[in-house]
């Protein structure tokens, strides 16, 4: 079955840029979504299409995707961005969804 | 403003079926272009997704659920509904409803990702 593959954890300062990354063999031809999930609390869309922005989001996140990896940039990470973050795409038949395991990004 | 709502039992014994609902508000299950979904959480674990449901009929399951998987849409009732067969203590998790938006062009249909989600259920797998 496939797999999108993401590091267990990142840590960076308050103000520093978070990078979180997301592989996965159908990315060169499928996009990446990401959500950002808080203790307790579902999940939220916060870049989809590899690189656009719901509204509501705020600009310091920001996703990229090249080959087979996608990158979920967070620029000056504030302490409220502390969270599990999900990638998500499509296999290559179109018809069925995988979520990556997961990154909790600490800040401080 | 769209809201979901997962409703059914906490507490279901091992080998029985799970059941769960997920009512939608603030606008029709019929309307747009959306798949409904279900994904689901263990304690401590990251996101599985178990598929989706169209109102053209269409459904898609994860291939690791699919011999046990069953989503159905009631547009009567502007709902839709997850069943699990044949569950084991495995199954315990935090079941999430979701919409996914989504749009067809150049005779190709994309995904806009999961916008709107439910608050999530607690279901036990226990005897």
């Known amino acids: 079955s496939y797999e999108l593959t993401q590091p267990p954890s990142v840590s960076v300062s308050p103000g520093q840029t978070a990078r979180i990354t997301c592989s996965g063999d159908a990315l060169p031809k499928k996009y990446v979504y990401w959500y950002q999930q808080k203790s307790g609390q579902a999940p939220v869309l916060v870049i989809y299409e590899d690189s656009k922005r719901p509204s509501g989001i705020p600009e310091r996140f920001s996703g990229s995707s090249s080959g087979t990896m996608a990158t979920l940039t967070i620029s000056g990470a504030q302490v409220e961005d502390e969270a599990d973050y999900y990638c998500y795409s499509i296999d290559s038949s179109g018809n069925h969804r995988v979520f990556g395991g997961g990154t909790k990004l600490t800040v401080l | 403003q769209v809201q979901l709502q997962e409703s059914g039992p906490g507490l279901v014994k091992p080998s029985q079926t799970l059941s769960l609902t997920c009512a939608v508000s603030g606008g029709s299950i019929s309307s747009g272009n959306y798949f409904w979904s279900w994904v689901r959480q263990p304690a401590g674990k990251g996101l599985e997704w178990i598929g989706r449901?169209?109102?053209?009929?269409?459904?898609n399951y994860n291939p690791s659920l699919k011999s046990r998987v069953t989503i159905s849409i009631d547009t009567s009732q502007n709902q839709f509904s997850l069943k699990l067969s044949s569950v084991t203590a495995a199954d315990t998790a935090v079941y999430y409803c979701a919409r996914e938006a989504g749009y067809c062009s150049g005779g190709s249909c994309y995904s806009e990702g999961l916008d709107y989600w439910g608050q999530g259920t607690l279901v036990t797998v226990s005897s």
């Open positions: 449901t169209h109102t053209s009929g269409t459904t």
